[in-house]
């Protein structure tokens, strides 16, 4: 019985060292091969092992980070959903970064060379992406801050735009004339930006017109309320007003002040209102004058 024992005690001791030496020591090669560079601490070592090792980091952070953004966004709105997807894909890639940086460092590379021998790099690569960087910050600052919004109507460089696109590096809006004008986020946080819409969605225009001096100045200030009252697409509450504006060299000057909730379309209304200006005023005999000089010549006779 106790030969038996001792038997199987040996065959037991076989089979771990088998296991331990051969095949385990056959995974640990497999795991250790791949280049190594350089001796003692300063070596690196770029195995199937550390590769593994980043991969399945990569995997468990990959399945961490949706866990979070599916605990984030359960209360949110479909476009509050959208916005923090935009930010969290960022903060994502940061995270592979850093994981990628402790997996390798866990793995026995002193990740301090990696650094400074690429520290030349990545200072080039600050300089010549420093605008980049500025344009994803921005449209952090957008989203975050809720600063634009899709169909908000902007003011950039002149050119007013219907924003419909708001992406993590740009937006993108389309002008009056069917032109996609892409903007760049930093644009937001560096320029002055008019956003004709983000207080509300009515926005007050006006028209200046002048007419002739002796014009009965009550005449004119009721025909121009009635166009205003009658146009398409004005608003009659806040009701539209007309102001006498000033005594100007010509003319006298008067303003038509009206609210649309489509300032996006007022070129068209304000051409339709001048239109009818025009012929409203020629019906009711009411001049519009153009500038005048007098000019006086003085001839000077030079005695011979």
Same mark, same amino acid.
């Given at each position: 019985m106790d030969k038996v024992l001792i038997m199987v005690q040996d065959g037991s001791n076989k089979l771990t060292d088998i296991i331990e030496n051969d095949i385990g020591g056959s995974i640990k090669e497999f795991l250790n091969w791949g280049l190594h560079i350089g001796q003692g601490d300063n070596s690196i070592n770029i195995t199937i092992g550390l590769l593994l090792a980043i991969t399945i980091a990569f995997i468990i952070t990959s399945f961490v980070l949706k866990w979070l953004r599916l605990l984030f966004t359960r209360k949110m709105g479909q476009d509050d959903k959208l916005k923090f997807i935009s930010?969290?894909?960022?903060?994502k890639y940061m995270v592979y970064v850093v994981v990628v940086l402790i997996t390798v460092s866990a793995a026995g590379i002193n990740i301090t060379i990696l650094i400074t021998a690429s520290a030349a790099l990545f200072v080039g690569l600050g300089l010549a992406l420093q605008e980049l960087f500025q344009d994803i910050i921005g449209g952090i600052f957008i989203i975050v801050d809720k600063s634009l919004s899709v169909g908000d109507i902007v003011e950039v460089d002149g050119k007013v735009g219907k924003v419909f696109e708001i992406k993590l590096r740009t937006t993108r809006a389309i002008t009056r004339d069917d032109k996609v004008i892409i903007i760049p986020n930093h644009k937001f946080i560096s320029d002055i930006i008019y956003n004709y819409t983000q207080n509300h969605k009515t926005t007050?225009?006006? =028209?200046?017109?002048? $007419?002739? %001096?002796?014009? /009965?100045?009550?005449l004119v200030t009721r025909v121009l309320e009635e166009i205003m009252q009658t146009?398409?697409?004005?608003?009659?509450?806040?009701?539209?007003?007309?102001?006498?504006?000033?005594?100007g060299d010509s003319a006298l000057l008067f303003s038509l002040n009206f609210y649309l909730n489509d300032s996006f379309g007022d070129p068209k =209304?304000?051409?339709? $209102?001048? %239109?009818k200006i /025009?012929?409203?005023?020629?019906?009711?005999?009411?001049a519009i004058p153009f500038p005048q000089r007098d000019v006086h010549l003085f001839q000077h006779i030079k005695n011979q």
């Open positions: 930010v969290f894909k960022f903060i007050r225009e006006n =028209i200046r017109i002048g $007419v002739a %001096y002796g014009s /009965d100045v009550e146009q398409k697409g004005i608003l009659k509450n806040p009701e539209p007003f007309v102001l006498f504006e000033d005594f =209304i304000k051409s339709e $209102v001048r %239109y /025009d012929a409203r005023f020629r019906d009711c005999k009411i």
